[in-house]
T-cell receptor, first 112, second 113 residues
Framework: EAGVTQSPTHLIKTRGQQATLRCSPI?????VYWYQQALGLGLQFLLW???????NRGNFPPRFSGRQFPNYSSELNVNALELEDSALYLC???????????FGQGTRLTVV | SQKIEQNSEALNIQEGKTATLTCNYTNYSPAYLQWYRQDPGRGPVFLLLIRENEKEKRKERLKVTFDTTLKQSLFHITASQPADSATYLCALPDSGGYQKVTFGIGTKLQVIP
């Protein structure tokens, strides 16, 4: 069974541009989470989607947004990129009632 | 929101010994606590979940304890191996929502052959 897949693996953008990151959850999982992990820092909660709706978001500005599609895959959009947005962006999926989250390999976003 | 403290200093131990990692939290007691392993440049991998009414959980060479009085969880790896070298993260739900999980910064474990 395929795990959580994220694309692209690496992404290089210039300041001010927009980035789109994609995530496909494990089959049967309806919840998708997005986390940001900057170098040397812990995972920071960004967004939680379930059944197509945004259920919760972390302390990030509105230029971080996303959506979940009917097939439960998800997209994270970061507008007006800043240098400090450079980080590993991790997507995770789980069943509706959390017992464990399964993470993808991440997208390494570099803003230059 | 919940604040999690993990020893950010790396832990170096000799192969075969027991590694003990600590996770302290500062606010309310969570309904559960999770431990994950993360290798460099990769996503975390779930290891164990312990619920608030459980004192201890075991899985193969891993053991987790949960003391809600001390607001602390201990994670033990017995008979440690060099392959256990990784960063170990503890995670617990935030007051903002049962499924909004907050992660600690992690403790880097190095098992020396």
């Amino acid at each position: 069974e395929a795990g959580v897949t994220q694309s692209p693996t690496h992404l290089i953008k210039t300041r001010g541009q927009q980035a789109t990151l994609r995530c496909s959850p494990i089959s049967g999982h309806t919840s998708v989470y997005w986390y940001q992990q900057a170098l040397g820092l812990g995972l920071q909660f960004l967004l939680w989607y379930d059944e197509g709706e945004e259920r919760n978001r972390g302390n990030f500005p509105p230029r971080f947004s996303g959506r979940q599609f009917p097939n439960y895959s998800s997209e994270l959009n970061v507008n007006a990129l800043e240098l400090e947005d450079s980080a590993l962006y991790l997507c995770a999926s789980s069943l509706r009632v959390v017992t464990e989250a399964f993470f993808g390999q991440g997208t390494r976003l570099t803003v230059v | 929101s919940q604040k999690i403290e993990q020893n950010s200093e790396a832990l170096n131990i000799q192969e075969g010994k027991t590694a003990t990692l600590t996770c302290n939290y500062t606010n309310y007691s969570p309904a559960y606590l999770q431990w994950y392993r993360q290798d460099p440049g990769r996503g975390p991998v779930f290891l164990l979940l312990i619920r608030e009414n459980e004192k201890e959980k075991r899985k193969e060479r891993l053991k987790v304890t949960f003391d809600t009085t001390l607001k602390q969880s201990l994670f033990h790896i017995t008979a440690s191996q060099p392959a256990d070298s990784a960063t170990y993260l503890c995670a617990l739900p935030d007051s903002g929502g049962y499924q909004k999980v907050t992660f600690g910064i992690g403790t880097k474990l190095q098992v020396i052959p």
